[in-house]
């Protein structure tokens, strides 16, 4: 069996993270943008857009189980890749379009954003197989630290040069700034997967990496998959925790004007708060994990629980903070939530690479494209959501504070029974820790590795 990678391989498998995450914001940030401001363009034509691509990514069991059958996720992250570089090159294209012809320039439009939610989920799903098969049990939340990190990384550095290269604005400028974004991502990812796996047959017959899954048909396994309690309980607590995580993210913000009376670079400086602690969660959380590793303080499941829990209280506290407006510490609260939002999202994703494993053999992709699927939805349908419900009850009560306030304590409430099914998820594996050397569990038929606290 292949050793597992060390720090250096682990940084080098998150720079496809970083390619991905170059891409995917100047498709669903600086186009958005364009359609809207230079197009005057009505801003729900980019939102459908952008909720299209998330749609298209409940395709992330199916390219799950042809890497599964396959035996290999090299070829599925490269051509995932391939398909999302060309996809940002013909979003741009099709933007440009249509200033001159809207008909045609839509259609590209939505071919070139199907496109970019099959690439992320070609590439995304196999990564994260990829990352789980290879990173040691000890490992994985500080490898979900990294990837998660160096995403954020390929939307800062896209999102700074792109800027840059794009004033003076012209449609021309546009395009070559997206081919360019696009073959540089292409050029990192086949950098950063180049000679992780071995070829097809340089394995010896042995090797778990160079086995292929039994052939049989996708609906079979999916279905497979869906039979195994632990996976069904974690796609569902995936589903809730993603929907209570994104259904804040359009109205943050103008809570904050609306309520507290911010301006808008308040706002922004607001969010940058959030994410300021979202970042720092994440990183001190893969720090303990597996730094000081232990029952309690290594235990991903702990974290997860505590991170869900921890955001749910943040939400309770915008939904009553208004109440007190402008004296409640609002930055306060907003850096908790981000600070419960990022140690609930890495240990999510270590304990997505713990599981990945588990159940039947040979299905890693399946499960992991399962709960990708699960995720992006979740992420789709929750901004939607959130926001719709905020005007809905502006309507019904005529009152602002008690629209957001409510909102913000159902989103509270679905956090708290996420925290619940991260609890029912590997009760039985509860004494393992992140740095146990992982055991096989028998539960009903399936074969468990040992601790769950081991986990886009």
């Not at 896209?158 to 003076?168: C, I």
């Not at 009850?393 to 504070?401: E, F, K, M, P, V």
Request: net charge positive.
């Amino acid at each position: 069996m292949q050793s597992p990678l060390g720090w250096l391989g682990i940084v080098k498998l998150g720079l496809v993270q970083t390619a991905l995450g170059a891409v995917v914001v100047l498709t669903t940030s600086t186009l958005n943008r364009v359609m809207v401001v230079e197009l005057q363009l009505a801003a729900l034509l980019p939102g459908l857009l952008v909720a299209l691509h998330y749609a298209v990514q409940i395709t992330r069991p199916r390219m799950g189980h042809g890497s599964d059958v396959g035996g290999r996720r090299t070829p599925w992250i490269l051509g995932g890749m391939v398909v999302l570089s060309l996809g940002g090159v013909l979003a741009a294209a099709a933007t440009v379009w249509m200033a001159t012809n809207f008909i045609a320039g839509l259609a590209l439009a939505t071919l070139a954003f199907a496109m970019i939610g099959v690439g992320v989920s070609a590439a995304g799903t196999s990564l994260l197989v990829l990352l789980a098969k290879r990173v040691a049990p000890g490992r994985r939340a500080a490898a979900a630290t990294i990837v998660w990190v160096m995403m954020l990384a390929g939307f800062i550095v896209t999102a700074g040069l792109a800027g840059h290269f794009l004033d003076p604005f012209s449609p021309e400028r546009l395009v070559a700034v997206s081919a360019a974004v696009s073959a540089t991502a292409l050029l990192i990812a086949l950098a950063a997967v180049w000679g992780v796996e071995p070829k097809r047959g340089a394995a010896l017959p042995d090797e778990p990496e160079a086995q292929a899954a039994p052939k049989i048909p996708f609906f079979t396994a999916l279905r497979q998959i869906w039979d195994e309690p632990e996976a069904r309980t974690f796609t569902l607590f995936i589903f809730l925790s993603m929907l209570a995580y994104s259904a804040q993210d359009l109205i943050l913000e103008p809570f904050a004007g609306t309520i507290f009376g911010y301006t808008p670079g308040e706002s922004t400086q607001l969010a940058g708060v959030q994410h300021g602690g979202v970042l720092i969660g994440m990183v001190l959380i893969g720090l303990i994990a597996t730094v000081i590793g232990g029952r309690w303080l290594g235990s991903l499941r702990g974290w997860t629980v505590f991170g869900c829990l921890a955001s749910g209280l943040a939400l309770f506290g915008l939904a009553i903070g208004g109440y007190s407006a402008p004296s409640w510490p609002l930055q306060a609260s907003v850096a908790l939530l981000g600070f419960a939002n990022g140690a609930f999202a890495v240990a999510a994703i270590g304990s997505m690479m713990a599981l990945a494993g588990a159940g039947r053999e040979k299905r890693e992709g399946v499960r992991m494209g399962l709960w990708g699927a699960a995720q992006a939805i979740a992420f789709g349908l929750g901004g939607f959501l959130g926001a719709a419900s905020v005007d809905l009850l502006r309507y019904l009560t005529g009152d602002a504070l008690t629209a957001y306030s409510t909102v913000f304590a159902c989103e509270a409430v679905l956090f708290i029974a996420a925290a619940g099914l991260a609890l029912r998820v590997g009760q039985s594996r509860s004494s393992e820790s992140l740095g146990a050397a992982p055991r096989a569990l028998s539960i009903g038929e399936n074969m468990l590795p040992a601790g769950l606290g081991e986990r886009s």
